[in-house]
T-cell receptor
Framework: SQELEQSPQSLIVQEGKNLTINCTSS?????LYWYKQKYGEGLIFLMM?????EEKSHEKITAKLDEKKQQSSLHITASQPSHAGIYLC???????????????FGQGTILTVHP | KAGVTQTPRYLIKTRGQQVTLSCSPI?????VSWYQQTPGQGLQFLFE???????NKGNFPGRFSGRQFSNSRSEMNVSTLELGDSALYLC?????????????FGSGTRLTVV
């Protein structure tokens, strides 16, 4: 099984609708990253969460970290076509040793927003 | 400040050849990590370099190697290319400090092996 499971795998919404993407880890989280990717391009950093209960927002995107549940959620309010893309969560493990420079990623959630 | 620069953006190589990809991190960042992204396996960690030393390595064969220069620029080399090496190769730049500070990714190099 995957270390990081994202759900749903794909999502199609109408413009203006709210949506949530979940990321669940099978191991302890020491940092959780959210990235957005346009097909074939690099990853665009959205947010990083490090503390249980932490919540961050940027424009219409909010991310939360539930440390006990080893889960993070990404919520988009009033979606727009510009939000379309692949959303990836990446987990950082305890710093040092085999964790240096390494993020473990979920399989991604493909978001389509219809005008 | 300038972002992470990866060159070239696209490459087409023949099986058996070797290839070198380049990554210039954000100024002041001393850590460069490399990832391979394929439709089947997703994003997989290759290795990480910090101050010219490899600190961490993923589960890839020895055909995949890398190095880092004193100016923190990093190169990744793949020898004896196989069709399965076709992928988007991404590098990420960070300060490399103990506490997670953030990883900034480049636009990637799309490698096609024919």
């Amino acid at each position: 099984s995957q270390e990081l499971e994202q759900s749903p795998q794909s999502l199609i919404v109408q413009e203006g609708k709210n949506l949530t993407i979940n990321c669940t880890s099978s191991k302890t989280l020491y940092g959780l990253y959210w990235y957005k990717q346009k097909y074939g391009e690099g990853l665009i950093f959205l947010m990083m969460l490090q503390k249980g209960g932490e919540e961050k927002s940027h424009e219409k995107i909010t991310a939360k970290l539930d440390e006990k549940k080893q889960q993070s959620s990404l919520h988009i309010t009033a979606s727009q076509p510009s939000h379309a893309g692949i959303y990836l969560c990446g987990a950082a493990r305890r710093a040092g040793g085999t964790s240096y420079g390494k993020l473990t990623f979920g399989q991604g959630t493909i978001l389509t927003v219809h005008p | 400040k300038a972002g992470v620069t990866q060159t070239p953006r696209y490459l087409i190589k023949t099986r058996g050849q070797q290839v070198t990809l380049s990554c210039s991190p954000i100024s002041g960042h001393r850590s460069v990590s490399w990832y391979q992204q394929t439709p089947g396996q997703g994003l997989q960690f290759l290795f990480e370099y910090f101050s010219e030393t490899q600190r961490n390595k993923g589960n890839f064969p020895g055909r995949f190697s890398g190095r880092q220069f004193s100016n923190s620029r990093s190169e990744m080399n793949v020898s004896t290319l196989e069709l399965g090496d076709s992928a988007l190769y991404l590098c990420a730049s960070s300060t490399g400090q103990e506490t997670n500070y953030g990883y900034t990714f480049g636009s990637g190099t799309r490698l096609t092996v024919v």
